[in-house]
């Protein structure tokens, strides 16, 4: 089931800037869905006309098969969770505690209801005794845990992130796309996501939309899309660095790889079976 669907989506802002044009795209129930594109590409554009923060100029966009309209937006914003790339534009509580319970609130949840869904989402998120100490001393990998959180608590169906790695060191943007990755599989939320990091769209994307000047340029698999190298390439974009290296030991004649490695899991796997077929003994 297409749980968001833009059909034939154009959007311009009120100084005539066309940011969006003919956007056809499908969300299914359970993906996770990489949106990749340059700077002014449109993908932030795209993300406020999921929960209704915009309305098309053209075209139409469905929530769980209903169109968004304004009677529909509080449920849309229920079922749509949005996390910013700067937490610090999401967070505004005292303490980890109020920011979590503000959105239960505004649902309408009080005493052990709001109780248990916010100790569940800090739960979810790996916050557990953060829940007295104030948002804005914690790391930026906290914080976006925390912005996460508050979304969670209200049970969302789809989770859509702007660039969720940005601004994180290695381990700490290894462990967001861990717990996003656990979000999906375990408790079977959808997940879209912007982001310029390559790297991670092999890890935590099943498909992906390539985005250039406000139009929809690539979509396909995660494999299918990033063997379109030229296509990636013309609009600004790189190949994850595996499947970079992995491009330069083909073209030096060194290797030959069936499919383009895209994580260190493939490349060592296709690296093995090599080795192997060639006998090459390495104890």
């Not at 499919?259 to 090459?280: F, H, N, V, Y």
Request: with cysteine; net charge neutral; charged share 25%.
């Amino acid at each position: 089931m297409d749980l968001i669907k833009l059909t034939n989506v154009s959007f311009v802002y009120p100084d005539s800037t066309r940011a969006l044009t003919d956007i056809n795209l499908s969300i299914r129930t359970g993906e996770r869905v990489a949106v990749l594109g340059a700077n002014g590409a449109g993908k932030s554009t795209l993300f406020q006309l999921f929960n209704g923060l915009l309305q098309p100029a053209q075209g139409s966009v469905s929530v769980n098969g209903r169109v968004v309209e304004k009677s529909y937006l509080k449920e849309v914003r229920r079922l749509v969770g949005m996390v910013f790339q700067d937490p610090d534009d999401q967070l505004f509580s005292s303490t980890v505690r109020q920011e979590i319970a503000y959105g239960l609130i505004n649902l309408g949840l009080t005493g052990d209801r709001m109780e248990q869904a916010a100790s569940w989402a800090l739960q979810v998120a790996g916050l557990e005794g953060f829940e007295n100490r104030s948002p804005f001393n914690l790391s930026g990998g906290e914080k976006k845990r925390v912005a996460l959180a508050s979304v969670l608590a209200m049970q969302p169906e789809v989770l859509v992130l702007d660039e969720p790695t940005a601004a994180l060191d290695p381990i700490g943007a290894a462990k967001i796309i861990k717990l996003l990755n656990c979000i999906n599989g375990e408790l079977g939320i959808t997940l879209v996501f912007a982001t310029h990091d390559v790297d991670a769209v092999p890890l935590l994307a099943d498909r992906v939309y390539v985005m250039d000047k406000g139009e929809i340029k690539l979509s396909g698999s995660v494999t299918e899309v990033f063997a379109r190298k030229d296509v990636i390439r013309a609009h600004n974009l790189r190949l994850p660095r595996i499947a970079h290296l992995a491009e330069l030991l083909e073209r030096e004649g060194q290797c030959r790889f069936v499919s383009l490695p895209l994580t260190i899991g493939q490349a060592r796997k296709a690296l093995m079976e090599q080795i192997a077929k060639k006998g090459i003994n390495t104890k």
